[in-house]
């Protein structure tokens, strides 16, 4: 049986025990744990749930935001000092993978005791190309770029993932923009979506949201849970026709052909 373990749901600017960034652990029947993203609360998201640094082996980034990256500074630091880790592997889209150093990471982790060091000093480095996947513990992962950001002079991409694991596919968006019609075969083809859900008051062009989601077609809802949202009061998604708003701790169970949700106090 696998596992789909949300460390934490919540937006870039959650505060606060209840939630931590939507950092996700895939966990394989072998027991092994892909980490798909790595934000910069990374630290304390994995104490709550009884990890640590040394659970990190495999991580995937969707983009370079600090909720999604900013946790690389502190994993790579630990697993480099810890006798007992190993590098961790990361896998990244080429785009991504050549930015990421010079735009995140380098400034605290560029010099080692007098060395200068690189992204390979402390991952090693799975820059993934055109064809957009890769593949860990014998599942294929689809890389599914969508727009996050576009200001008309710059654009960051977003990449969520597409994958099928003991009969179900999986679509996780990761932040992004809505981009249904663009992408409406991994909506329709998925069992179960995981979507980018901003809930707040005032919207912002760069997320997709609640209101925007609720209009979309019902049997696409009906195989959807929302995470990536703001503190504060939700709408009542039920009701709105998804599956619901995923909380930290959440565990999705997938076996036979299904996906159940374990709620923490369930566990």
């Avoid at 749901?9 to 939630?19: Q, R, W």
């Avoid at 513990?137 to 200001?151: D, G, Y």
């Avoid at 009969?167 to 409406?184: A, N, V």
Wanted: glycine fraction near 8%; charged fraction near 20%; charge should be negative.
């Amino acid at each position: 049986m696998a596992k789909l373990l949300f460390l934490g749901s919540g937006s870039a600017f959650t505060v606060g025990d209840d939630n931590f960034h939507s950092n996700i652990f895939l966990i394989s029947e072998t027991g092994k744990k892909l980490l798909i993203d790595c934000g910069s609360d990374v630290r304390f998201s994995l104490y709550k749930e009884g990890f640590s640094h040394r659970d990190i082996t495999d991580i995937y980034i969707s983009h370079l935001h600090s909720d999604h990256a900013g946790g690389l500074e502190y994993v790579g630091l630990k697993t480099k000092f810890d006798p007992q880790c190993d590098k961790p592997n990361l896998y990244l889209s080429y785009d991504i993978a050549a930015e990421i150093w010079d735009h995140t990471l380098s400034g605290g982790m560029g010099s080692i005791e007098g060395n200068i060091t690189s992204l390979d000093s402390f991952f090693n480095v799975y820059s993934i190309d055109n064809n957009r996947s890769f593949v860990w513990e014998q599942i294929n992962f689809e890389l599914v770029k969508t727009i996050h950001i576009n200001n008309g002079t710059y654009l960051m991409p977003t990449y969520g993932l597409f994958f099928k694991v003991n009969g179900s596919k999986i679509f996780i968006t990761s932040d992004t923009q809505l981009c249904y019609e663009q992408l409406e075969n991994y909506y329709q083809d998925a069992d179960v979506i995981f979507h980018d859900c901003e809930t707040s008051k005032y919207h912002t062009p760069v997320h997709s949201h609640y209101e925007e989601l609720v209009k979309l077609p019902d049997k696409i809802k009906g195989r959807m849970w929302l995470y990536g949202y703001q503190p504060g009061e939700l709408p009542d998604a039920k009701k709105g026709g998804f599956l619901g708003f995923v909380k930290r701790g959440d565990t999705f169970l997938i076996q036979n052909n299904s996906i159940t949700r374990k709620q923490l106090n369930q566990l």
